[in-house]
């Protein structure tokens, strides 16, 4: 079965530093990857997406995100992280074939300390 | 551009009553997916519907429905109302059904 996995629940950095959010996914076909970020009480906003070609890929606010197919992950980095970007980070699987779903994972909480 | 818009942003409702979420999608876009998220989880995909047809459904009760009209907005219908079905319900619509979905702000029910 498809699936995504956040292993982190909560991930507190200083504001300036570096960022890594973790994500594995279990999917038997070329994946369509996506990062997106939920601020309190909003919507999801897109950060980046993968379909195919360069395994690493830019997105908005300064992040990016590699694509890994032997390690089954696509991690979301940022070099310095601001204190805006606080928020709630899902990764998720775009399911290519039948139903066009999406599998998200249970979500990484980013606190930023000033 | 107006972006993809949802009605009501909150809502209360009792168990055993019935609730009807709505569901504006971007203007061209002919898609749009319902997703359910409970608080501390990720979203979880309902329904998608494209051109008016149900194209997927997830794994949730019958009580659970939904349509789309000839504009493309949609409707999400809950019956029986459940306390479990306390979430914020996320419509996202695109352009088709393979596309990248867009998603509103969501409406926060709370079932009393």
């Known amino acids: 079965a498809q699936s995504v996995t956040q292993p982190d629940i909560h991930i507190t950095v200083s504001e300036g530093a570096s960022l890594e959010l973790r994500c594995n996914y279990s999917y038997g076909a070329t994946p369509y990857l996506f990062w997106y970020v939920q601020s309190p009480g909003q919507g999801l906003q897109l950060l980046l997406k993968?379909?195919?070609?360069?395994?690493l890929v830019q997105g908005i606010k300064g992040f990016e995100a590699e694509f890994k197919r032997s390690q089954s992950s696509f991690n979301l980095r940022k070099p310095s992280v601001h204190w805006s970007d606080a928020a709630e980070y899902f990764c998720?699987?775009?399911?290519?074939?039948?139903?066009?779903?999406?599998?998200f994972g249970t979500g990484t909480r980013l606190k930023v300390l000033a | 551009d107006a972006g993809v818009t949802q009605s009501p942003t909150h809502l209360i409702k009792t168990r055993g009553q019935h609730v009807t979420l709505r569901c504006s999608p971007i203007?061209?876009?002919?898609?749009v997916s319902w997703y359910q998220q409970v608080l501390g989880q990720g979203p979880q995909f309902i329904f998608q519907?494209?051109?008016?047809?149900?194209?997927g459904r997830g794994n949730f009760p019958d009580r659970f429905s939904a349509r789309q009209f000839p504009n493309y907005s949609s409707e999400l219908n809950v019956n029986a109302l459940l306390l479990g079905d306390s979430a914020l319900y996320l419509c996202a619509s695109s352009l088709a059904d393979s596309g990248t979905p867009t998603f509103g702000s969501g409406t926060r029910l709370t079932v009393v």
């Open positions: 519907y494209y051109e008016k047809e149900e194209r």
């Open positions: 993968y379909f195919s070609g360069d395994t």
């Open positions: 998720a699987v775009g399911l290519t074939s039948g139903t066009y779903k999406y599998i």
């Open positions: 203007s061209g876009h002919k898609s």
